[in-house]
């Protein structure tokens, strides 16, 4: 980290990760070597001591401490307010790059530049795959999921989506996951960042697909490799992170598809949850071997059908 402009500005979002933290400045302090950057830490209230160990062991870095957490997209859009970087590199507490990934993204930006966000390609701590490419959620798509037909025809165009792809080319996307995205500045400018009514999940998607609507694109290369390890900040607390998801994806509907997208992706969540429910239900009574496993399945699409039959639509960030 330098003096001069940085090229790129880290934003890190931190809540209750303080080890896993730790290490991602770690990584990524070492992969930044030779390129003009700086590093901001938003950590959202976390109570494990995360904000003293950072100053302890980072003392360069720029940390924001707030006194609430606030979610996903309002931390990273109060770092990219004050950033000075040209581009920002958005990185999960828990996604840890390999060697030569930031560099990577950066070049990858430099041969598309129209391309607003660049996603690298994720891998599990064990080094496989992470499919990180999705479609933008619409009540179509929701049926096409819900009835497997995408899984029928997942090469299709029409009816595809990116989970069966190897993410193994350079190619535009719609959307790639917020666990790591490089971001061009005027991407901030233009389109004012993350809508802060998502508290978390689905804001990045929705940023990315207003991204398209003003003429830039995504673009996935495998060429920077980053490992995410995945929900690491709601791992205590999975029933509230699961209404989270869903209040997003209401949200998400909402907006961009009114009311009427809102109700026709519940029904198809509902109709795709009672058939697998019931088809669970059927292996763990054929299937003693299968049993406990099945039984466990058919009750978590039984209580998504439910939820999603009888729960009120409203704000994400309403229900933090």
Same mark, same amino acid.
């Given at each position: ?5 940085? !090229? ?13 933290? @730790?290490?991602?400045?770690?990584? /990524? ?12 830490? *938003?950590?959202?209230?976390?109570? %494990? ?10 003392? %360069?870095?720029? @940390? ?14 109060? +770092? ?8 920002? #590199? ?6 840890? *790059?390999?060697? &030569? ?23 599990? $701590?064990?080094? $496989?795959?992470? /499919? ?11 049926? #096409? ?6 899984? #029928?025809?997942?090469?299709?165009? /029409? ?8 993410? %193994?080319?350079?190619?535009? *996307?719609?959307? *790639? ?14 389109? =004012? ?16 697909? $207003? @991204? @398209?609507? /003003? &003429? ?41 598809? =009114? ?18 429910? !019931?088809?669970?239900?059927?292996? $763990? ?7 406990? !496993? ?9 209580? #998504? ?7 009120? +639509? ?7």
């Amino acid at each position: 980290m330098g003096s001069e402009m940085p !090229a790129v500005s880290v934003i890190i979002v931190s809540y209750n990760t303080r080890e896993m933290t @730790l290490r991602c400045l770690r990584t /990524v302090i070492a992969d930044l070597a030779g390129i003009a950057s700086d590093i901001w830490v *938003v950590d959202n209230a976390s109570q %494990d001591g995360s904000a003293d160990a950072i100053r302890s062991e980072f003392p %360069d870095v720029h @940390l924001i401490v707030n006194p609430d957490n606030a979610g996903f997209g309002a931390a990273n859009n109060l +770092a990219m307010l004050q950033a000075q970087g040209e581009t920002f #590199l958005l990185l999960n507490s828990d996604a840890f *790059v390999h060697a &030569g990934a930031v560099k990577a993204l950066m070049d990858c930006a430099k041969r598309h530049p129209d391309a607003a966000v660049i996603g690298p390609r994720l891998v599990n $701590s064990d080094g $496989s795959l992470q /499919v990180s490419c999705y479609r933008f959620p619409s009540p179509s798509r929701a049926w #096409l999921e819900n009835l497997w037909i995408s899984s #029928l025809f997942p090469n299709s165009r /029409v009816f595809g989506d990116y989970r069966r792809w190897a993410h %193994d080319s350079e190619c535009v *996307v719609d959307s *790639v996951i917020g666990a790591c995205m490089l971001v061009r500045r005027e991407a901030f400018t233009e389109t =004012g960042g993350f809508d802060e009514r998502y508290f978390m999940y689905q804001e990045e998607t929705d940023w990315q697909r $207003s @991204l @398209l609507e /003003v &003429g830039s694109n995504v673009v996935f290369t495998p060429t920077a490799v980053v490992t995410h390890l995945g929900g690491a900040s709601g791992k205590a607390e999975s029933e509230r992170v699961n209404s989270h998801f869903f209040d997003s994806l209401d949200l998400y509907q909402r907006k961009h598809h =009114g009311i009427l997208g809102v109700i026709s992706v519940r029904a198809a969540m509902v109709v795709g949850c009672f058939m697998r429910a !019931a088809a669970w239900g059927v292996v $763990s009574v054929v299937m003693p071997k299968r049993r406990n !496993a099945a039984s466990v399945k058919s009750r978590f699409h039984a209580r #998504l059908c439910l939820r999603q039959a009888t729960h009120r +639509a409203g704000s994400a960030k309403g229900i933090s």
